[in-house]
């Protein structure tokens, strides 16, 4: 039988970072940041847009919505109330999320950290609810064909958005620094993902003259999938030994200057 505690001492071993990865982590970073930007303003973009849809729709009185909207709008319209209830979390979450991943406002605030972290998963719960009504049960083209397609995303990505959501929140009630950090980073990628199927549902939509119906369902997997992949291998790039309580920033900068 093997004797696991005979295993090679990992002490020997340097217990994060080869050499060349803290140079791929500072760049990787900065990109992110980069990358986030644009996620971030895209989504806003979206979700004034669509409250500015529901403002100006309701400051007049509608016969027939049916008739006066297109199949796509007009659910927001009947379903006013989802709308809402998504929106307004939407825009916390897109204001809130980059806060928490900048590690000197944990430092020095962290009641802040703790409070706007809780606010970040009743607006994800309620936000991933909200989405699963409208888009599951009511996508654009019915609930058949390419409606089907949009409704099935729409049930995967709300469901993994809820799981990572109660994962980090079970990890840092349970002081499991690491696991709550990549579950937080997980929900953050899988809920920036809406942003980056705007944008991969503009530039497919004007480039390859392909439909929304069919593009709207298809770029929804084509978003989540990337942004979990992305996630995924930051998660991998940046994880650090033990409870993951010290930060990958502290371990590089202790190899950093042990090697001066
Ligand atoms: C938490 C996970 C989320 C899920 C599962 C989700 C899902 C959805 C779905 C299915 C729709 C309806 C799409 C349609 O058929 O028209 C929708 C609409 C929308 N979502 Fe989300 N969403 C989520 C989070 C977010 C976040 C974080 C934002 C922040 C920007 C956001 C912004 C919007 C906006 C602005 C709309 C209106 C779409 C439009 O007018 O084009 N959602 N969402």
């Known amino acids: 039988m093997t004797d696991i505690s005979a295993a090679p001492s990992s002490a020997k071993t340097p217990e994060f970072s080869a050499a060349p990865w803290p140079a791929v982590r500072k760049a990787l970073e900065i990109i992110g940041w980069l990358v986030v930007a644009v996620l971030l303003y895209t989504g806003l973009s979206s979700v004034f847009g669509r409250a500015d849809f529901l403002i100006t729709s309701f400051a007049q009185p509608i016969a027939d919505p049916r008739a006066t909207f297109n199949a796509f709008d007009v659910r927001y319209y009947e379903h006013f109330l989802a709308t809402w209830l998504h929106l307004g979390p939407a825009l916390l979450i897109f204001t809130i999320g980059p806060m928490q991943f900048i590690p000197a406002v944990r430092k020095k605030w962290i009641n802040l950290h703790r409070w706007s972290g809780r606010v970040f998963i009743a607006c994800g719960v309620i936000g991933a609810t909200s989405g ?9 083209m019915g609930l058949e064909g390419q409606g089907f397609n949009q409704s099935m995303a729409t ?8 799981l990572c959501l109660y994962k980090a929140y079970s990890s840092i009630r349970r002081k499991q ?3 709550h950090r990549e579950w937080m980073i997980r929900a953050w990628t899988i809920m920036l993902a809406i942003a980056t199927q705007r944008i991969m549902l503009g530039v497919l939509m004007s480039t390859t003259g392909v439909g929304i119906e069919i593009l709207f369902g298809m770029t ?3 978003a989540g999938l990337l942004n979990v992949t992305i996630g995924e291998i930051w998660i991998s790039l940046t994880r650090t030994p033990g409870n993951g309580a010290r930060h990958w920033k502290y371990l590089d900068a202790k190899a950093a200057s042990n090697k001066e």
């Open 132 to 140: 699963f009504f409208i888009g599951a049960l009511y996508p654009f």
């Open 155 to 162: 049930v995967v990505i709300a469901g993994y958005t809820l």
């Open 177 to 179: 620094f690491g696991a």
């Open 220 to 222: 929804f997997w084509m």
